[in-house]
Nanobody, 121 residues
Framework: QVQLVESGGGLVQPGGSLRLSCAAS????????MGWYRQAPGKQRDLVAL???????NYADSVKGRFTISRDNAKNTVYLQMNSLKPEDTAVYYC???????????????WGQGTQVTVSS
């Protein structure tokens, strides 16, 4: 069993910053990648940023230059530093990880419960 616990969401004014955290715990042998997705009301869930175990990153075009994803492998934790926030960044942000629970297991995907980010004056 794997759990993802997210924190750091909230209300911020346009131009402000927030930092999201997501910690994975439970039966984990290795993590392939960790990432952040977001879903605004009435829209599909889209990738925001992703980081692999080797440190490679991938960002949505809409957040490049404003958001930074990082990872603490020892703590199985991923962070999303969000700067220069815009109203269109308002959404529920979900953490996702792809991992192997054991050496003989395949890859499994897990999602966090989501954290609300609201950018408004």
């Amino acid at each position: 069993q794997v759990q993802l616990v997210e924190s750091g969401g909230g209300l911020v004014q346009p131009g402000g910053s927030l930092r999201l955290s997501c910690a994975a715990s439970g039966t984990i042998f290795s993590i392939n990648y960790m990432g952040w997705y977001r879903q605004a009301p009435g829209k599909q869930r889209d990738l925001v940023a992703l980081i692999t175990s080797g440190g490679s990153t991938n960002y949505a075009d809409s957040v490049k230059g404003r958001f930074t994803i990082s990872r603490d492998n020892a703590k199985n934790t991923v962070y999303l530093q969000m700067n220069s926030l815009k109203p269109e960044d308002t959404a529920v942000y979900y953490c996702k990880t792809q991992l192997k629970p054991s050496v003989v297991a395949g890859l499994y995907n897990y999602w966090g419960q989501g954290t609300q980010v609201t950018v408004s004056s």
